[in-house]
């Protein structure tokens, strides 16, 4: 079964959530019944190139690392074929500025509300050729406790499509709900898998500088790159309140951002 296609479509000026607000009401509408929303060519070119040049910087950095480890894979990060680049506001200018800047600030408020934190910001990259597909995932999955959901923003830095191995993601009513489903570790990729139907999801085919905005709940996966580029993404998430380990120790990160809407994390 062939996966229906996933563009974005226009949202009347009129359902607005405020001025200079880019998540509208129809927006969030989806965001609840579906478990995500599109926001098209959102991005300037300019802070595109931006973007996509920290990308590659960061690429080539990451490679120098597992080169003087002498290793080809690291968690779920393959030398050459994909990467999890994690964690880069606290290395890079051009990340923290774009995690904290106005649009961040304003898509996570609406979804999350007054109140916000950076979870974890990383480059997801497949290589030409050999990249690899993701597996049926919730980002849920990969916490392993119980915890109010979060959002990711998944940013195109690239051109999405099939070829290239764009995301698919699965509406709520077809996954079975917003429950965090057990994942399993898949073997030789290191994947958590958490759906094994025969859904084959929604195809998101996007320009570069689009956002998919979805839940930690939402079901999303994608396919192998088999173009000669390659299919970079940056994703940003946030959380209403700290991830914390059993132990109380911060999952990841809990970077102030928003405090009673107001930007707290420009210096």
């Not at 106005?102 to 030409?128: H, R, W, Y």
């Not at 597996?135 to 406790?145: A, K, M, N, P």
Request: proline share 7%.
């Amino acid at each position: 079964m062939n996966a229906p296609l996933l563009t974005p479509k226009p949202v009347p000026a009129s359902a607005s959530t405020g001025a200079n607000q880019p998540v509208t009401a129809e927006h969030l509408r989806q965001f609840h019944e579906h478990g995500f929303f599109i926001l098209d060519r959102i991005i300037t070119p300019p802070q595109l190139a931006i973007l996509q040049a920290e990308c590659v910087r960061l690429i080539a950095e990451r490679d120098d690392e597992m080169t003087a480890q002498g290793i080809e894979v690291d968690g779920i990060t393959h030398k050459g074929r994909r990467y999890f680049i994690a964690v880069n506001q606290h290395k890079s200018k051009v990340c923290r500025d774009w995690v904290f800047g106005d649009l961040m600030a304003a898509i996570a408020q609406a979804t999350l509300g007054p109140n916000v934190q950076l979870f974890l910001d990383q480059f997801v990259v497949k290589g030409p050729e050999v990249g690899m597909k993701f597996g049926w995932h919730q980002d849920g999955g990969y916490i392993g406790l119980p915890h109010k959901p979060y959002l990711s923003c998944w940013i195109a830095l690239d051109d999405m499509s099939a070829a290239n191995g764009t995301i698919s993601v699965l509406p709520y009513a077809r996954a079975g709900g917003t429950a965090i489903m057990p994942h399993v570790k898949e073997a030789g990729t290191n994947d958590m898998v958490g759906y094994h139907g025969s859904d084959p999801g929604d195809l998101v085919a996007i320009p570069a500088g689009s956002i998919v905005v979805f839940s930690s709940q939402t079901f999303h996966r994608s396919g192998p790159n088999t173009t000669n580029a390659l299919r970079r993404a940056y994703l940003c998430q946030y959380s209403a309140e700290p991830l914390l380990r059993p132990d109380g120790a911060l999952m990841i990160c809990a970077d102030p951002f928003l405090v009673d809407g107001v930007n707290v994390a420009r210096g």
